[in-house]
T-cell receptor, first 114, second 111 residues
């Protein structure tokens, strides 16, 4: 079955640590996205990538970094510069083509700072 | 400023009691409006995409409609398994592929 996988499901970080969240898709989608979800708020875009080796900052990129070395993979690193990283992180992808604007989501990673 | 507002924040219904969720938007040129369902601790599940005013789409007990200012998600004779948070997102014409998200409506269906 095609889909988007995220790992781990739960992640705990100590103060000052960098952690990396994994996102893999086998849908042959070109575009991939990282969102942060906090209670009572809409999803906020962290980074997105339209093609391999290219990515752009979203609305809340500070304290985060990404890479896109393969079409299937779009890992997100939460650095120690992110002061309030506790949240639910969602990865999404989108098919290429005009009119194909729907984003499909992975199951999410819940990050907690200890 | 582009904005998406969902109402109500939460809605409690008895099983079989039909109702509607609202998603109002102000964007510069609508490219598409998206409805998702999200269960606790899980990623959003895609439901519908609407592209132009007057468009309607249905899936089981759900029906989504679109006007120039808002979208409604009508739920007919809901069942407890319809309980979830329903998210609305809008893509503006000049958005460079970014979506603007509402905060969601938490729907609880009591048996």
């Amino acid at each position: 079955d095609g889909g988007i996988t995220q790992s781990p499901k739960y992640l705990f970080r100590k103060e000052g640590q960098n952690v990396t969240l994994s996102c893999e898709q086998n849908l042959n989608h070109d575009a991939m996205y990282w969102y942060r979800q906090d209670p009572g708020q809409g999803l906020r875009l962290i980074y997105y990538s339209q093609i391999v080796n290219d990515f752009q900052k979203g609305d809340i990129a500070e304290g985060y970094s990404v890479s896109r070395e393969k079409k299937e993979s779009f890992p997100l690193t939460v650095t120690s510069a992110q002061k309030n990283p506790t949240a639910f992180y969602l990865c999404a992808s989108k098919r290429p083509g005009i009119g194909r604007d729907t984003q499909y989501f992975g199951p999410g990673t819940r990050l907690t700072v200890l | 400023e582009d904005q998406v507002t969902q109402s109500p924040e939460a809605l409690r219904l008895q099983e079989g009691e039909s109702s509607s969720l609202n998603c109002s938007y102000t964007v510069s040129g609508l490219r598409g409006l998206f409805w998702y369902r999200q269960d606790p601790g899980k990623g959003p599940e895609f439901l519908f995409t609407l592209y132009s005013a007057g468009e309607e789409k249905e899936k089981e007990r759900l029906k989504a409609t679109l006007t120039k200012k808002e979208s409604f998600l009508h739920i007919t004779a809901p069942k407890p398994e319809d309980s979830a948070t329903y998210l609305c997102a809008v893509q503006a014409g000049d958005s460079n592929y970014q979506l603007i998200w509402g905060a969601g409506t938490k729907l609880i269906i009591k048996p």
